[in-house]
């Protein structure tokens, strides 16, 4: 793909400046640009590394003194890296999946298929699947029956729907998202160690031996419009009603969402966080990676938890939170800040009973 710097600024809402008619064939870090690429260069921290390079034109600051850089053209954005979100989407490559219904496909003849949907080889789709128009299914994906998938879908290898799974429209899966896996519902005959020491807050009692009995998840998913889900990642059966992801909601690779979630709109959960059941997450919340959520606790809007933060009970919507347990982040550097003068404060108090014992007095 070659486009034009001017067709670039167009389609990305930037300004153009000096030879807008020079053409490149992809983008690159100004370090490595070749003649033929456009240099990312976004944050003027970075503007060394432009010399270093071969490139011609780069996307630049607002404002950038891109004559000086010996360029000969620029694209400047008000807020590059959002720029950088259009940008990316113009020339993506994709991944070079062959238009139309692969004939190795397995497609229930019940299956109701959008106008041009495509479906990639060794793909699996059961008895009354609904899949939107403009839908792109990869390789080695399974759409189980009776589930629905909503318009311009995009699921890459190995994607897994299960049964009775509602999507909305642009859903994007990445390889090995697993979306409807039955929920870990276990329940013992008597109330089990677990239960004793969660309703003791640590005695579990007399120890018994018992065997675990499946609940099985009567529920199914429903995800709205815009959702995107990282490579490996698992959302679990409600047990009886559904389990729930919110519009525009971004999730990363590793993430486990588990049964009765309901997680609100154009949330932000990054790698390996993990959702224990029941849980309510509201609208516009940011988890970083390894963050863990208990169960049957509730997240308000807006809030922002730190990297392997661990929220073991209710947090009001728009904090920002940090820790094991996550409390708010200023309180937790705190704390931490207090930890790290133990040892200081420990020899102190060790010096003071020495100097006490020489002069003859009790500590």
Request: with cysteine; aromatic share 4%.
């Amino acid at each position: 793909m070659s486009f034009t710097v001017q067709q670039i600024a167009e389609a990305i809402d930037a300004t153009a400046h000096g030879n807008t008619g020079l053409t490149v064939n992809r983008v690159a870090e100004p370090a490595l640009a070749g003649p033929d690429e456009l240099a990312l260069l976004t944050n003027p921290k970075f503007a060394d590394g432009l010399s270093q390079g071969q490139a011609r034109v780069a996307l630049l600051w607002e404002g950038a003194d891109w004559q000086s850089m010996g360029l000969e053209a620029a694209i400047t954005a008000t807020r590059g890296r959002y720029a950088m979100a259009a940008l990316s989407k113009m020339v993506d490559p994709g991944q070079g999946f062959e238009m139309g219904i692969h004939p190795t496909a397995v497609i229930d003849a019940s299956a109701v298929l959008g106008a041009d949907v495509s479906i990639g080889p060794f793909t699996v789709i059961g008895a009354n699947a609904q899949i939107g128009e403009g839908s792109v299914i990869g390789p080695h994906c399974h759409i189980g029956a009776d589930s629905t998938l909503g318009a311009r879908a995009m699921l890459r290898d190995h994607v897994s729907i299960g049964a009775r799974v509602t999507i909305g429209a642009r859903f994007w899966a990445q390889p090995g998202a697993r979306i409807g896996s039955d929920g870990m519902s276990f329940v013992t005959p008597e109330a089990s160690g677990v239960e004793k020491a969660r309703a003791s807050l640590g005695d579990q009692g007399e120890v018994t031996q018992q065997a675990w009995a499946r609940i099985h998840s009567l529920g199914a998913v429903t995800i709205g419009d815009d959702v995107e889900i990282g490579a490996n990642t698992c959302v679990d059966y409600g047990t009886v009603r559904d389990t729930c992801i919110g519009n525009g909601c971004k999730i990363d690779n590793l993430v486990h969402i588990a049964h009765n979630v309901v997680i609100g709109n154009d949330c932000l959960l990054a790698g390996q966080v993990g959702i224990a059941g029941s849980t309510r997450i509201g609208n516009n919340v940011v988890m970083g990676g390894q963050v863990g959520v208990s169960d049957n606790t509730v997240v308000g809007d807006n809030v922002i938890c730190g990297g392997a933060s661990k929220v073991l009970s209710k947090v009001p919507a728009g904090q920002v939170v940090l820790g094991y347990p996550a409390v708010k982040m200023d309180t937790n550097l705190e704390m931490y800040k207090s930890l790290r003068r133990l040892p200081r404060l420990a020899k102190q108090f060790a010096d003071l009973q020495k100097t006490v014992s020489k002069l003859g007095l009790k500590s």
